[in-house]
């Protein structure tokens, strides 16, 4: 669910701009000079938009479209190119994703969420309140990019430039370019078609870029981060199973989970998925000093149908299973630290066979000793040396979702922990959302970018097929009236999938 906090506080900030706006226009005293104050600094109000245009910029984008013609045309080229591709692309990516949408809504267990290429990304739901300063900027860095791209190859083309401006729809941000519509019709459709696939085109640039950057982050940040030595906690969740005075720490450096290495933080979430996806690991541990529970009439079913032999106030001990070879299995409650300490894994008490490096003398043969916890729930081993090791008892999701780590540890300790975080994060929201721009865009829909590039590629590729251009116009039209749908569809579907289960 959306935080009711926010939602009060965007609605009454927008009700607050509206009904102030409408209170100084019904003033007859100052009236004229508000409308000529928001005119002359190119704003207009509406519920719940604001724009902001301006002429400041025209000079810049004059300049960059006067830069080498030769490389803008073949730059412009090579965007129309993509942007034709784009479109069609487009309307078969819309039509795997909602034909995977139709098939997880039902199916019994979403599971294959994750493989959608697009989802629908609301704040507050599928998206962290504490991730929304990188959602929105980069979406305003994307929508800059995206209509600095149309207003050069626009000036490219002899087409005049009125402004440049910023909006805000409710919370979202985005830009736009004023192109004078005399000049615009008054071109060939290829030079149109160059600057409608303008957008899309430095929107996938923008990717790519950002992609590169991300990856070549590593070698950048290397005089004064260094890789692959674990995963660097940079926080954790107050209150969670992580934290606690044995828990984990900001700037504890994990190594392992079990006996699964930790090089960075794509390790630390295939770790995780590896030890919830088997069965409990078990510890070799000497049977000297075991509490037989199960003789003794002390172990008991829990209701889903576990064992558990220990006192439901022990904080310290847990019951932990084992094969006798006289008496079969066998339940025991033990010091959950002190029997795993300086113990190797196990499945079988044949892996116990071997002498463990630290076993004390006089603690007997060593058998596999499996902790016997609720379905679903695992015991887990998380060394961060030089500290003692973190015993988790949970879900591993839990683990997983309660600590922040970051691949980059800094070599002094006055650099700041969030820095390459900021860097990677903010990268990662630019390439899905730049990218998504890029793929939404091409969409033959009516109001996006997709309906003037399906225009003009029809103008330009079948003037001569069809030589009536009522029989071109009902032809987009039809195409167009598709692409909407698609697009409508999944986004309706996509909203329930996120918000309805």
Known sequence: ?????????????????????????????????????????????????????????NRLFARCASLNPHFLHVWFSMGMVFGVVAMFGSVILLSQTLHQTLKQMTSEAPEGSHEQVLQVVVPGVNLPVSQLAYFFSAILVSGVIHEFGHGVAALREQVRLNGFGIFVFVVYPGAFVDLFTT???????????????????HNFILCVAALCFLLLLPLMLFPLYYTGAGALVTEVVEGSPSSGPRGLFVGNLVTSLEDCAVHGVEDWNWCIRQLSQQPQTGYCAGTKNLQISWAAGRAYKRLDGTMECCSNNSLTDLCFSYHNN????MYACLPARKTMESSRTCRTNADCQQPQPKQQDGAGPSLCMVPSLENQTRLIRVRHPPHQDMLFVGYP?????????????????????????LLETFCKYLVSLSGALAVVNAVPCFALDGQWMLTSFLEASLGTLLPERSSREMLGFCILLGGSALLASNVALGLWMVTAR
């Open 1 to 57: 669910m959306i935080p009711i906090p926010i939602v009060v506080c965007v609605m009454g900030g927008w009700c607050a701009i509206y009904l102030t706006d409408t209170l100084i226009k019904t003033s007859t005293s100052v009236k004229h000079r508000y409308e000529t104050w928001l005119s002359s600094n190119g704003l207009t109000l509406s519920p719940f938009h604001v724009r902001w245009q301006t002429g400041l910029f």
């Open 183 to 201: 000049h615009l019709n008054l071109i060939s459709p290829i030079q149109q078609l160059r600057i409608f696939c303008a957008g899309v085109w």
């Open 326 to 329: 006289q008496d079969g299995k």
């Open 397 to 421: 999701s839990h683990l997983q979702y309660s600590v922040s780590l970051t691949n980059f540890v800094p070599r002094l300790s006055f650099l700041h922990l969030d820095l390459p975080v």
